[in-house]
């Protein structure tokens, strides 16, 4: 057996002319590249890259593994996937210096084109799933921490765990896995000072023809402005409220009768607790949900655990003497999603109906409904981990945070180019729920190897034996028109 010369045909990432068709069916670069130069070109030179085009190039690098910026030095020495890609890699000293153009405002055109790119994109969804995306769409904020090395660092400070971070503040669109709006923050800033920015600019990025916008926040966001500024905006909200001790002991002073039982999670419940902050508006319908879950003595967690934080100090001194045997876990978040609705008007006599359920009932279904809908807003901390792991957020590569601003872009774009082309295409059941992961994406996907060769002017994608995804996926994204 001896080792040839290489084969200049070869590529192991053939997945990237998928991404090439995402980006002519929904013109993902031809769309940045617009909002962007609106406010000032980028480009010096008639050749090279522009805005949009250096964005779509940094996560389609991204998607193929590419985990720093030196990355694309090695996607550039891919001659055959060269063909393939979207746009040309730029080496990496090029596409720092084009990043480093970037201003604030050309990154808010970059999310004002993400919302240009979801109202074509849902357009050419089927009619049953592009209906329920434009009924209703929930907003999730959240900062994540980036550990950064390197004191030199833009922005990079300590954050508690010790650890030398740079927080990333985002706001994404739960219903379809799209990040809406970004910022990059100093390790130690406080997400509540820009969370109403951050929300405007989400509303902005979402498609046209929304109907309802709800929007869910952590503990960390228990701001009366952040919910003022939602009931100036018609946005319903659920906001997460810190457990101080008014608000254990109301919560405590709840008769049992008026708990309710959670949905999916055991020796769990629910209950409205008499609590409003006084800097909250007291005249907008507001309530507070309580959840409470029983823990037996034997499973108490231990004082490092997270969810020690949610006992009352008192029920978990009793619970290590062994004078009681379990404690309850209590989480608790403000919303107006549950005022009074408008009375039901007078119906002509009907036929006699089956037993319908009591008032009682249907507003404790009601109330264990949004609270699971309010837990499930950890399906930002999916995309964080996607942008992460899944992509190359996990790091930033420069001491410029213009640079790094653009690598956390190019990595949300990423995860955004990933969720489009997988509800395009079929992948996730059309639900959003069998969405695969980036890493899977990549794994069976984009690091498909084949040999490009040439018939009649035209170019063929050799694939290795076996079913591939690419040969699903190419096929459908060909099908589709340009925008």
């Known amino acids: 057996m001896r080792i040839g010369a290489p084969d200049p045909r070869l590529t192991p990432a053939a997945g990237v002319e998928a991404v090439g068709e995402l980006d002519r069916v929904l013109g993902i670069a031809a769309t940045i590249s617009s909002h962007v130069d609106a406010v000032a070109p980028l480009k010096q030179r008639r050749r090279g890259l522009n805005g949009g085009e250096l964005l779509v190039a940094m996560a389609s690098a991204q998607l193929a593994g590419a985990d720093f910026m030196s990355g694309r030095d090695r996607r550039r020495a891919d001659v055959a996937g060269q063909e393939l890609e979207p746009v040309p890699t730029p080496p990496s000293r090029t596409a720092a210096g084009i990043a480093q153009r970037f201003s604030d405002r050309h990154l808010h055109g970059v999310e004002e084109a993400i919302g240009a790119i979801n109202t074509e994109w849902v ?62 923050m100093n390790g130690t800033a406080d ?45 319903r909200f659920a906001i997460g409220a810190k457990r101080t001790k008014p608000l254990i002991s109301a919560a405590q002073r709840v008769p049992d009768h008026q708990w309710v039982p959670a949905v999916g999670m055991l020796d769990t419940e629910v209950a409205l607790v008499a609590y409003l902050p006084g800097s909250w508006p007291p005249d907008a319908g507001i309530s507070c949900v309580a959840r409470r879950t029983r823990i ?121 180019m990933s969720s489009w082309m997988q509800e395009l295409t079929g992948l996730d059941h059309g639900n959003g729920r069998g969405r695969r992961t980036l890493a899977r994406l990549r794994r069976e996907l984009i690091l498909t190897p084949a040999r490009l060769t040439r018939r009649s002017g035209l170019t063929l994608l050799r694939l290795p034996p076996g079913e591939q995804l690419l040969a699903v996926v190419l096929p459908r994204l060909q099908a589709l028109p340009g925008p």
């Not at 357009?123 to 030199?152: F, M, N, Q």
């Not at 920015?197 to 916008?213: C, K, T, Y």
């Not at 034997?298 to 934080?309: D, F, H, M, V």
């Not at 408008?342 to 404790?364: K, Y």
Request: aromatic fraction near 8%; hydrophobic fraction near 40%; glycine fraction near 6%.
């Open 123 to 184: 357009s050419r969804l089927p009619a049953i799933r592009r209906g329920v995306l434009l009924r209703t769409a929930t907003i999730d904020g959240d900062a994540t921490d980036v550990e950064v090395y390197g004191r030199s660092k833009d922005d990079a400070a300590h954050a508690y765990t010790g650890a030398l971070t740079i927080r990333n503040h985002i706001g994404f669109w739960a219903e379809a896995g799209v990040p809406l709006a970004a910022e990059s």
């Open 191 to 235: 997400p509540r000072s820009n969370c109403v920015e951050i929300l405007d600019r989400s509303l902005r990025a979402l498609p046209e023809g929304v109907q309802e916008v709800r929007t869910r926040w952590d503990a960390g966001y228990f701001a009366a402005q952040l919910a003022q500024a939602c009931l100036a905006r018609g946005v």
């Open 296 to 416: 037996p003595v034997e499973n108490l967690p231990t004082g490092r655990a997270r969810k020690r934080r949610t006992i009352p100090t008192g029920q978990y001194e009793l619970a290590l003497q062994g004078r009681i045997e379990a404690v309850y876990g209590y989480s608790f978040f403000l919303t107006d999603m549950l005022s009074p609705e408008q009375p039901a008007q007078p119906q002509p006599e009907q036929p006699e109906q089956p037993e319908q359920p009591e008032d009682d009932e249907l507003d404790g279904l009601r109330l264990a409904e949004l609270e699971w809908w309010y837990r499930h807003r950890t399906d930002i901390e999916a995309l964080n981990k996607d942008a992460k792991h899944g992509a190359a957020m996990r790091h930033m590569p420069s001491a410029d945070r213009r640079v790094n601003r653009i690598w956390m872009w190019a990595a949300l774009l990423a995860c955004a």
